[in-house]
């Protein structure tokens, strides 16, 4: 800023009452200036009044000189005199208490005006820190999403594995029945085979793979016939030809429900594969199936699904 401008805005200030407010304004101190310019028409008219009591004075000293001359007359008015020094003195007390009373307003004033400024930097530092706690929240909110994100890409990346396995394990399965068929088997022993080849393949050695077919057992003294049982790993099984519509396969899986707690219930542990295996199946009958491979832990082989005509 030239110092020109500088000069001029400070002749501005000091001349132009309503540039000086309009100033004063804008910094928020309209209100104190108003009030320190009360105070100083206050105090002007306080030496205005000062210097009113000098000329008076000054007056009252003519007053007695020409008392003296007039001897006569000073005897008259020496009471009257008398009164109005007294009267003088009482005003002179009264200008003096306010004088006193303007210094203390003067210093409340002042006072105010500190607790302002220290409660406008409350606020300042209380705004700020609303900014941390703003600025920390959208960071979190931010690695939320994040995590969010990788959660979803993890969980895609996992069900295609779980669907690539379904496929293969489906493709195997009917690569055994069809050899089962070449070779004479029935549905129930080359689903048995192929949990043999599924176990090895998941590292079980295969001496200790021994996969039942047609197996009774007698628990609570009854027999319960199973179509595949293996007790280490703990392997229950059923195998049908044929489910049509969503109730039959409904009423396979709670029949192979019903087996899985009655065996887990007697051996006391609970069974490491659940297995139904479905030669022939329609088309109205999948989405059952698929709930129970998800909801009930069950694994299901299908052979041929059968589309309505």
């Known amino acids: 800023m ?10 501005l200030l000091e001349k132009d009452i309503e540039f000086r407010y309009a ?10 200036l108003k009030r320190l310019d009360k105070l100083e028409e206050g105090q002007k008219k306080l030496w205005e009044s000062q210097n009113r009591l000098w000329e008076n004075q000054n007056r009252l000293w003519e007053e ?6 007039d001897q006569n007359k000073l005897w008259e008015n020496q009471n009257r005199l008398w009164e109005e020094v007294r009267a003088l003195r009482e005003g002179h007390e009264k200008i003096w208490e306010e004088v006193k ?8 004033l002042w006072e105010e005006v500190k607790a ?3 409660g406008q930097n409350k606020l300042w530092e209380s705004q700020n820190r609303l900014w941390e706690e703003v600025k920390a929240l959208r960071e979190g909110q931010n690695k939320l999403w994040e995590n969010q994100n990788r959660l979803w890409e993890s969980q895609n990346r996992l069900w295609k594995e779980v669907k690539s396995l379904r496929e293969g394990q489906n493709k195997l399965w009917t690569v055994f029945r069809e050899l089962g068929r070449a070779v004479g088997m029935t549905l129930d022993h080359y689903t048995a085979a192929f949990l043999r080849a599924y176990l090895e393949e998941k590292g079980y050695p295969p001496e200790r793979i021994s996969i039942s077919v ?13 179509d595949i049982f293996s007790l280490d790993p703990l392997i229950i099984g059923e195998v049908t030809t044929y489910i049509r519509s969503r109730r039959e396969a409904e009423n396979e899986i709670e029949k192979l429900l019903e087996k899985r707690r009655l065996i887990e219930s007697a051996y006391k542990r609970s069974a490491e594969m659940t297995v139904l295996a479905v030669a022939n199946v329609e088309e ?4 059952a199936l698929r709930e129970a491979a998800e909801k009930k832990g069950i694994t299901v ?3 041929r699904e059968i589309k309505p005509p």
């Open 116 to 118: 302002l400024r220290e």
């Open 64 to 69: 007695i000189k020409a008392l003296r001359e």
């Open 214 to 226: 047609d197996a009774r057992l007698m628990i609570n003294n009854r027999f319960i016939e199973v």
């Open 301 to 303: 082989f299908t052979g």
């Open 284 to 287: 109205e009958a999948i989405p």
């Open 2 to 11: 030239s110092a020109s401008l500088k000069k001029e805005l400070l002749r």
């Open 23 to 32: 100033v004063a304004g804008y910094l928020g101190l309209l209100e104190i």
């Open 101 to 108: 009373a303007l210094r203390e307003g003067q210093n409340k």
